[in-house]
């Protein structure tokens, strides 16, 4: 290395040296991560006072996980549709200790489970000060921490970790390097005058700065071969290598990853040393209850006006009728995003229709929906013979969606004063800016638009403008596509009219 990079490098290390240390009370990296309490201990003198036992992380793991189940507490919560399938899995598999692969289509909620896991973590863990590898105060394996805790014994510095800081993931891209996931030599330590032969000239990767907490893996089998064999050690021997040091290092952590299943089977892009390293492979899937589907794009998905009920219904409808459908390509799945972006851009249409005619309620209805299905078309991966018809299979799609939606909840409703008033030639136009008062006033008063309203939407629901005028649609559209009602489009877009010859 030549004089002038030798000087560079030493710039570096002391600009890094000069960075401020983690202080009590302040902030740690994380914006939302709370601050370090101050009673806790802060030496090691002080942590073997207090009594305080160390666990290794799934040891961890396993007993607060214990815990939260003899509470009858959910230990994932956030993830919808699983109590029955996935979750008595996953929790066997942290019971066990294994570390484990989620497989499943994409939009299932993996990356979102594997989350979860860090409530399951202690909330504060002490480490070493200073240390790269959060290494416990009672059992140091760096030479730096081993050298540290021998110079200054009970009165080593010690830090707490919160939980949110003991996990880490990284999305296997295939630039994704060795040096990213296990180590590499660092320039700046060998800068200072280390020899290459010393351990501690290694910039330590993201699995071993994971120490003693969760390391997943997103799109396991988008890893490079090469890459995958560096993870073999980590999973069994729970050590690493960096180019050619033999560095023991017992690593604590728990490693979990996703794939999706076409990948991890068919393709056989992850390596068999590897697969047979993890100790626990869980298939999760999307929402086997209408219910749930349901459940989920309320949970998810931020409107920015109010989509009643029974249309957050047709989405969760619409969406199920798109992964069933023939025309779609059943292994790359329909994820969750797309039911979460159609009922985000129901309440979009609203929000337009409002801005535009000075609505004061901004009231999604079932209207809205043809004119936001092309922008779901990107979501949907169709097989080839269906090229150029996609958009036409999800507008069918869509319509089966209400017409399931008015059959399960206005199929024994007494219909048959609107139907009168639609046979008597009266005409309701609709559209994405024709306003609920408006709506109504063609209609004018109709007996039984109450029972409408309530069937969709529920006893306790209320009956302001833009809710009735929903309901009042949805109705409309049911009736037209059971074939009980005339409808006519008018040209140009955005506009139908129910009735008429």
Request: charged share 25%; aromatic share 4%; glycine share 8%.
């Amino acid at each position: 290395m030549g004089v002038g990079k030798r000087v560079v490098f030493a710039n570096f290390a002391k600009y890094f040296a000069c960075l401020p240390k983690q202080a009590y009370g302040q902030r740690v990296t994380d914006h939302q991560t709370p601050l370090i309490p101050r009673d806790l201990p802060t030496t090691l003198g002080a942590l073997r006072t207090s009594g305080h036992e160390h666990r290794n992380v799934k040891d961890e793991l396993r007993e607060n996980l214990v815990e939260v189940l003899r509470r009858g507490d959910d230990p994932f919560p956030g993830v919808v549709g699983i109590e029955d399938t996935v979750r008595p899995q996953l929790e066997r598999a942290i019971l066990a200790g294994h570390d484990l692969v989620l497989l499943g289509e994409r939009g299932q909620g993996k990356t979102r489970l594997l989350r979860t896991m860090i409530g399951l973590l202690d909330e504060w863990t002490p480490v070493i000060e200073g240390s790269e590898l959060n290494e416990h105060p009672y059992e140091p394996i760096s030479v730096w921490a081993k050298r540290r805790v021998a110079e200054l014994g009970d009165e080593t510095p010690v830090s707490w970790l919160h939980r949110s800081q003991r996990y880490n993931e990284k999305l296997a891209t295939p630039d994704t390097s060795v040096g990213d996931l296990i180590g590499d030599v660092d320039p700046v330590k060998v800068a200072e005058g280390r020899t290459l032969g010393d351990p501690e000239t290694v910039h330590y990767g993201l699995v071993p700065r994971t120490n003693r907490g969760i390391f997943a893996i997103n799109e396991l089998p988008d890893l490079a071969e090469r890459i995958q064999v560096s993870l073999l050690n980590v999973l069994e021997e729970r050590d690493i290598q960096v180019r050619g040091y033999a560095l023991r290092l017992p690593l604590d952590l728990m490693l979990v990853a996703s794939a999706n299943p076409e990948d991890y089977t068919n393709r056989g892009r992850i390596i068999t040393p590897l697969k047979d390293r993890f100790g626990a492979e869980i298939r999760t899937h999307y929402p086997l209850r209408l219910a749930d589907e349901v459940a989920l794009i309320r949970q998810e998905a931020a409107v920015r006006a109010l989509v009643p009920a029974h249309l957050l219904e047709v989405v969760a409808r619409f969406t199920r009728l798109v992964r069933e459908s023939t025309a779609v390509d059943a292994r790359s799945g329909v994820s969750a995003r797309f039911a979460v972006a159609a009922a985000e851009s129901l309440a979009a249409s609203a929000l337009r229709r409002a801005a535009i005619t000075g609505e004061t309620a901004a009231v999604a209805r079932v209207g809205d929906l043809p004119g936001v299905v092309p922008t779901l078309r990107g979501k949907v991966e169709f097989e080839v013979s269906e090229e150029g018809r996609e958009e036409e299979i999800l507008i069918h799609l869509q319509r089966r969606a209400v017409a399931e939606t008015f059959r399960a909840h206005l199929g024994g409703v007494d219909l048959s004063a609107l139907i009168a008033r639609i046979d008597e030639g009266d005409t309701i136009e609709v559209g994405d800016l024709v306003t609920a008062e408006s709506m109504l006033n063609q209609l004018g008063p109709v007996d039984g638009l109450g029972r409408i309203v309530t069937a969709l939407e529920g006893e306790s629901s209320s009956e302001s403008p833009g809710l009735v005028a929903s309901a009042l649609e949805t109705a409309l559209e049911g009736l037209y596509l059971t074939r009980r009602i005339s409808k006519d489009e008018v040209p140009g877009g955005g506009r139908a009219v129910y009735g008429g010859a």
